[in-house]
């Protein structure tokens, strides 16, 4: 029997595909492994056989486009690893990344373990861990650098992302695996969830680290409205989510305290989040930092994450006068990067940017 048995699902996008099969190959003992590729796509198979990539990995064809949960379970039914890892075709692990894994899992209540996940392009953090906002799922401190004090260290979050994760195979097979149901997103959360009914922590492993692309696939059907429907199949399954993003929120407001002296108490608000519950992050920084709330405005940005706010432009002329410091809450707090001519105008105060992934930072540092 081996010891870890590497499940990785592909649609498409050949070119990571082979990436992610050669940094397995040089990170793995192939005495300990096998690689189990699960080659779905409605549009016909990439995988010729000019690659060799059967001559390393087990390769499971259908010409269905099985969706995520569905893949994945089939690839468990071949596989006969102590240890099941799921490796997304667009990730690239680091050298390892399996014995901190599987390390964790010897632990009689960590039921899932997931690595530390990085942005391809700029090496910052890209997810460790999911937490919960009761119907929104932000993932702590995402976009921070790899040396940023509160991502050092394991941590024990609600859930985490299935892209470079790792179970016992016999769990895994008597909870069930990943819901079919659940064909786009979610069912990461929702394995860990029900590991949490049974008493299982999930892990996040610092020491465990791989590169992740994210929506990598082509043609492949994921689109806005599936993932609509596939959260309301997911709540209505789970009516219950406890609100865990306090827990990270009250992390970083105290590291923020513990490194950043401010010149004032009283602050402008400017939520311009696209998220419902903006008051349970707002309310939670203003009581922590022991700030005063003078003014409240609210004006949502257009699009959900969005990679830039142009500031000068979408804050209304006046608020660029206050002579208080403003607090802003956006969705990510990188949306708020170069901006310098704002930046310019609001030297002279400690405006604070806040996230839903927990962020809090000065705005002249971002």
Known sequence: MKKYSVIVPFHSNINLLTMC??????????????????DNNATGSQIKPELGLEKVCKIISRSENLMYPRAINLGVEYAN?????FCDADTCVTQGFQFALSKILE?????????QLLNMQTNNLQEFGITSSY???????????????????NH?????CAACSSIKRELYIDIGGFDNSLIHSYSDIDLCLQLKERGYKTACVADAVAYHCGASTI????????????????????????????EYIDKACNYFISTTKL???????????TIGNSELYINSVVNNLNLNEIIHYRQPYTQRDANKIDLINFIPHMIRNYKIPILYFVDSFLSCRENNLWKSCRENFDDIVIDRNANIELLRFI
Do not use: W
């Open 107 to 115: 632990f009689e209540d960590i039921g899932y373990a997931s690595a």
């Open 156 to 160: 024990y979050p609600l859930a985490a």
């Open 135 to 153: 119907y929104n799922f932000p993932h702590p401190f995402a976009g921070r650098s790899r040396n940023y004090s509160l991502v050092k260290e």
């Open 81 to 85: 690893g102590e240890f099941l890892i």
């Open 219 to 246: 043609g492949s059907g994921m689109g806005a409205s599936l993932k609509e429907d596939t959260k309301g199949i997911f709540t209505a399954k789970h009516p219950d989510i406890p609100i865990q993003i306090i």
């Open 263 to 273: 010149k004032g108490k009283d602050y402008f608000v400017f939520d311009c989040s």
């Open 21 to 38: 099969i050669s940094t397995l190959q040089n990170t793995l003992d192939f005495y300990d492994s096998e690689i189990i590729v699960v």
